[in-house]
């Protein structure tokens, strides 16, 4: 599946560069002022709008697909 073809939110995009710069979900929730479980929540549904399984999957899908800026 292409990121074109698929909505990333604002949020989002910032999930996925914090997770491609190797953050864990803990430091993500620091940095954006959010618990934990919503990074989590916002990992899952970046997972399922990529069609992949794992978040190292998700990091290749992003550079893949010009997501990391």
Partial sequence: MQAS???ITPREKEII???????????????LNVSE???YAHQ???R???G?????ALVAF??????VT
């Fill in 44 to 46: 899952i549904a970046l």
């Fill in 48 to 50: 399922k709008k990529a």
């Fill in 52 to 56: 992949v399984y794992k978040d190292t």
């Fill in 62 to 67: 992003a550079f893949r697909n010009g997501l």
């Fill in 5 to 7: 073809s698929i909505h």
């Fill in 17 to 31: 560069n914090l997770l491609c710069a190797g953050k864990t979900a803990a430091e993500m929730g620091i940095i």
């Fill in 37 to 39: 479980h919503t990074v």
